[in-house]
């Protein structure tokens, strides 16, 4: 992942090393980045055709690493509806969009911090639920609901 062309801190960034593919001609490259940074083909050629002056906007981008980071994860189940909470926090506040693009945050970074919530809120499960379940030992959960994973995901991607 951000092997071959590293790992963009924005769509600006991302957008300025197009441009210089562009510039020297090489869509070959530009391309290999855009694929790199989970921009469709179609982007990239309505670019290079100029029916866009830039490469990706910031959601653009946000989803692109989105999708990169996602491909190799393979979330499944809860981990699946996270990776789309952060998605719509991305195409509902652009601030969120720039923010995912920023280097260093991941969304591995930000599962982890929704689970250390999760351990940290744990709680016992009742007895005849645990027994409904056909399970005969102590049960713990802490999955956070909706609002708080939402929260948890914001504080994430948007702290200093």
Same mark, same amino acid.
Request: aromatic share 8%; charged share 30%.
């Given at each position: ?16 090393? %197009?441009?210089?593919? $562009?510039?020297?001609?090489?869509? &070959? #490259? /530009?391309?290999?980045?855009?694929? *790199?940074?989970?921009?469709? =083909? ?8 100029? %029916?866009?002056?830039? $490469?990706?906007?910031?959601?653009? &981008? #946000? /989803?692109?690493?989105?999708?990169? *980071?996602?491909?190799?994860? =393979? ?86």
């Amino acid at each position: 992942m951000f092997d071959k062309y590293g790992e963009f801190n924005s769509s600006q960034e991302l957008n300025a090393a %197009a441009a210089g593919q $562009l510039k020297e001609g090489d869509t &070959a #490259a /530009l391309f290999e980045l855009a694929a *790199e940074n989970g921009i469709d =083909k179609e982007d990239v050629q309505d670019y290079i055709d100029g %029916a866009v002056s830039e $490469l990706a906007t910031p959601l653009i &981008a #946000a /989803l692109g690493k989105i999708k990169v *980071e996602t491909d190799e994860l =393979k979330p499944v189940e809860i981990v699946e509806d996270w990776v789309n909470y952060i998605t719509a926090q991305c195409t509902e506040h652009p601030e969120m969009a720039e923010a995912v693009r920023k280097k260093g945050k991941s969304i591995k970074g930000c599962i982890g911090k929704i689970l250390k919530w999760s351990w940290k809120n744990s709680y016992t499960i009742d007895k005849d639920i645990v027994k409904a379940a056909g399970v005969n030992a102590s049960v713990k959960m802490g999955i956070p609901g909706m609002g708080r994973a939402y929260e948890i995901i914001r504080e994430y991607y948007l702290e200093a």
